[in-house]
């Protein structure tokens, strides 16, 4: 059974940092390109960042500069390091699996991922 797990989440202040981790479980994890989410209150899920097979990184507009992702094939387990978080941060994050022959691929769109995780929670407090 496929897991991803997220952890990492919590209450920071503003300008402050995180680093969210995301554990692959009973996958291949070399062989997905991997994405974190986030859906605040109200709002719809919105991309923050994927990663492609190879390492190759895509960032949305809001957070790039800040925000760094990463993966660790050896660990199946893939990284959301957060800078300079501001409240409009404040949400719950997610990540999620794409399987794909293209080691490339690092897809905004989340209709495009097999396998996501449950969330974990960012507050970021003014």
């Known amino acids: 059974q496929v897991q991803l797990v997220e952890s990492g989440g919590g209450l920071v202040q503003a300008g402050g940092s995180l680093r969210l981790s995301c554990a692959a479980s009973?996958?291949?994890?070399?062989?997905?390109?991997m994405g974190w989410f986030r859906q605040a209150p109200g709002k719809e899920r919105d991309f923050v960042a994927a990663?492609?097979?190879?390492?190759?990184?895509y960032y949305a507009d809001s957070v790039k500069g800040r925000f760094t992702i990463a993966r660790d094939n050896v660990k199946n387990t893939v990284y959301l390091q957060m800078d300079s978080l501001g409240p409009e941060d404040t949400a719950v994050y997610y990540c999620a699996a794409d399987i794909t022959l293209n080691v490339y691929t690092r897809s905004r769109d989340s209709r495009d991922y097999d396998y996501w995780g449950q969330g974990t929670q960012v507050t970021v407090s003014s």
């Open positions: 009973a996958i291949t994890f070399s062989r997905y390109a």
């Open positions: 990663i492609s097979v190879n390492g190759n990184t």
